[in-house]
């Protein structure tokens, strides 16, 4: 410390204060050291190494938005960089631009003038201005339907080989087929002879399909009498070939999430990528065209990728039962586009559908969430995983008027949206069971008690299965707990949202291919918590909720898990929420738990009659036993393994639709300089106008 900052030190209780400052000052000059170091390392030539961050991160490509030649940096660095001088992207004393290595180890390309090249996986788009819709936050609904696609490759092929005949997918034919002649994307969906098929009339059909029963039924005659002279035994069909997985993203946008589908994945037969707005067809045509150049093997994969530029609904009622895999991520409801996405899904086929109206499906719009998916939903602690029963039922609705069910195999809240993953099979049998799948939710309006009641019921009587209607009411009409009454919602899907076989075998391929996924961190940590989940409970109990319905403090989660498993009945966390327990006991047993933990830790009288005070009046009936067990932590939090990491970033969530430049900075979530009604990012209001006194 020099003689003129020794005679600015204070003296007396000041002094403390000013030594944490320099202190903390001294630390933020070391930190900006280092960075200084990492940009100057950034700036050198290329070398055969990975980009800051790892390899199967994201990075974007600053140069073009700071007037300068290319140059590449990890993502989150990117918001210094628009500080940096001109010299920082060149190399020494010469004007020559940075060769970036990106993680796919295949050489950069200058992007066009006055674009910038942003990298998600082995993606590569084009930016200008905002152009193009494109939102980090969504690179783990983009990971997770990676993984996902991964895994129904592997059950498809395994199914394919075990069965015995390929599943047959029924289409309208001769004058009933919908598709047109002329579809530029039904030679990549259907074979010539598919499709010359398709389009015979009601007679040439019929005749076509006796002259097979003939020529079968003569082949099989032949095989016996061979058979009996003891030649050659009978020869059955050979099943046709496993067809590689046909795609469709219905609304592409940047064509980023079809890119990585056909960059990423193997054995892809094509990946429609699909949108409505010219400038978006336009912007997928740019980046297809910008991938393809790195090499022969991204041009080969490039080749899969089909604009289509039409209007999703359209495209998938004109294609029934085409494509393997039809994805779904619209901005906002996806209920317009349920009715044409469980027809356009082949028999097994995968269905994945995103929903980000989540104040409609969480309960702040309750009659718009009726109107949209045919539900009335309920404003409660659970309102997250709510939302994803909510869409299910709505997916199996759709399904059930063309004789079609739903089997849910991965379907979560993620951010500020939730996911849903289904298999879609053609069975009128199954399809008439729907009823049984969904019910009825009675919330209690004073506590946190809920119940259920399902829609239907069948039962078997000599092998013949009667479908009936549910059995209820199934609460009394005062809550059996605090007194007060009951509001109902639903209907809700009631039945496995996850297939546990699915998610155990998605983490282990996450876990074994981690620089596959740039958002490993977080998609790793939601196949934990979903891994943990028991299947069979729907909905949850909030323990913070429930102790403040008593005016009591909370017990800790640990221990009140111990009680409940001592009470002979299981329990485990939800993915939804960190404070949230799933449990098969019955909402009396948690209330009596919660009496026990009230006498040992007592409350304030209430003045006026509470809903908490009538639960405190009562006597539990069952005493909790505080014995810690292994099983109130799980095997996650045993190895210390993150379940509920934070955001990256901050703002961290849903952004303006794409074009709305306007619009730019009026929401939370929206980077930009411009606040509501035209005014900068925190500029003072203007002074109401005063009205004139008459």
Not at 152 to 176: C, I, M, T, W, Y
Not at 247 to 254: C, D, V
Not at 585 to 609: F, G, M, T
Request: hydrophobic share 35%; with cysteine; net charge positive.
């Amino acid at each position: 410390m020099d003689s003129h900052t020794k005679a600015r030190v204070p003296s007396g209780p000041a002094a403390f204060a000013f030594a944490t400052t320099a202190r903390a000052t001294c630390v933020v000059r070391r930190a900006l050291a280092v960075c200084d170091t990492l940009f100057a390392r950034a700036a050198r030539p290329a070398r055969d190494h990975s980009p800051l961050g790892g390899g199967g991160g994201s990075s974007v490509d600053a140069s073009r938005l700071v007037g300068a030649p290319s140059a590449r940096v990890p993502r989150p660095t990117f918001a210094r960089l628009q500080t940096l001088p001109r010299r920082l992207f060149c190399t020494a004393g010469t004007e020559e631009s940075v060769v970036f290595m990106s993680p796919t180890s295949e050489p950069s390309i200058e992007p066009p003038e006055g674009f910038a090249v942003l990298q998600e996986g082995k993606a590569r788009i084009l930016t200008q201005l905002n152009d193009v819709f494109y939102n980090k936050a969504q690179v783990v609904n983009r990971d997770i339907s990676l993984a996902v696609l991964r895994q129904f490759q592997k059950v498809r092929a395994a199914e394919h080989a075990s069965d015995e005949r390929a599943p047959k997918n029924k289409r309208n034919k001769g004058n009933l087929c919908a598709t047109p002649r002329d579809s530029p994307i039904l030679p990549h969906l259907l074979g010539p002879e598919e499709i010359e098929q398709m389009y015979l009339s009601h007679e040439e059909h019929a005749a076509r399909v006796q002259q097979e029963k003939e020529a079968t039924r003569s082949d099989d005659n032949a095989n016996d009498a061979e058979g009996k002279d003891g030649q050659k035994p009978p020869v059955r069909r050979e099943k046709p070939p496993l067809r590689d997985i046909r795609i469709l993203e219905g609304m592409a946008a940047s064509g980023l999430r079809a890119i990585r589908y056909a960059r990423e994945l193997e054995d892809v037969g094509c990946v429609v990528a699909n949108d409505l707005d010219p400038s978006a067809i336009e912007a997928i045509k740019r980046n297809k065209a910008f991938n393809a150049e790195h090499g022969a093997a991204a041009a080969a994969q490039m080749d899969k990728v089909i604009c289509h530029g039409q209007d999703v609904r359209m495209v998938m009622m004109q294609h029934e039962k085409m494509f393997d895999v039809v994805d779904l991520d619209p901005y906002g409801t996806p209920s317009t586009l349920l009715d044409g996405a469980v027809q356009a899904v082949g028999d097994g086929g995968l269905l994945c559908v995103t929903a980000t109206d989540m104040a409609v499906l969480c309960g702040n719009n309750g009659e718009v969430c009726w109107t949209k998916y045919g539900s009335y939903p309920l404003r409660a602690k659970y309102c997250h995983e709510q939302a994803v029963r909510v869409l299910l039922s709505a997916v199996d609705a759709a399904a059930g008027r063309y004789k079609r069910h739903i089997v849910p195999v991965f379907s979560v809240h993620i951010d500020f949206y939730v996911r849903c993953f289904v298999r879609v099979y053609s069975s009128a049998k199954d399809a008439k069971l729907a009823p049984t799948k969904v019910s009825y939710a009675f919330q209690c309006a004073g506590c946190d008690a809920f119940e259920f009641q399902p829609v239907g019921k069948t039962s078997t009587k000599h092998n013949s299965v009667k479908h009936q209607v549910g059995d209820g009411p199934v609460v009394p009409q005062k809550c059996a707990h605090c007194g007060w009454g009951f509001h109902m919602g639903g209907p809700f899907w009631t039945e496995p949202v996850h297939d546990q076989a699915w998610v155990a075998a998605i983490k282990k391929q996450v876990e074994d291919h981690k620089g596959d996924y740039p958002g490993y961190d977080k998609i790793h940590a939601l196949l934990t918590t979903v891994q943990e989940e028991l299947p069979d409970c729907p909905l949850h109990y909030d323990i913070h909720s429930m102790s403040t319905t008593l005016k009591s403090t909370p017990p800790p989660m640990a221990l009140f898990r111990s009680a409940v498993i001592n009470a002979g009945f299981r329990v485990s966390p939800a993915h939804s929420d960190p404070l949230a327990i799933k449990t098969d006991a019955p909402a009396s047993v948690l209330w009596d738990i919660l009496r026990c933990w009230v006498k040992e830790h007592p409350v304030k009288v209430q003045a006026h009659k509470t809903p908490g005070e009538a639960i405190l009046a009562k006597e539990p009936s069952v005493v909790a036993n505080w014995t810690r067990v292994n099983g109130a932590f799980t095997k996650a939090q045993r190895d210390g393994v993150t379940r509920y990491p934070n955001n990256p970033s901050e703002n961290w969530g849903p952004k303006a639709r794409a074009g709305r430049h306007l619009m730019d900075g009026q929401h939370p979530g929206v980077e930009g300089e411009v606040g509501p009604q035209g005014r900068a990012k925190g500029a003072p209001a203007p002074e109401p106008k005063r009205r004139k006194k008459e």
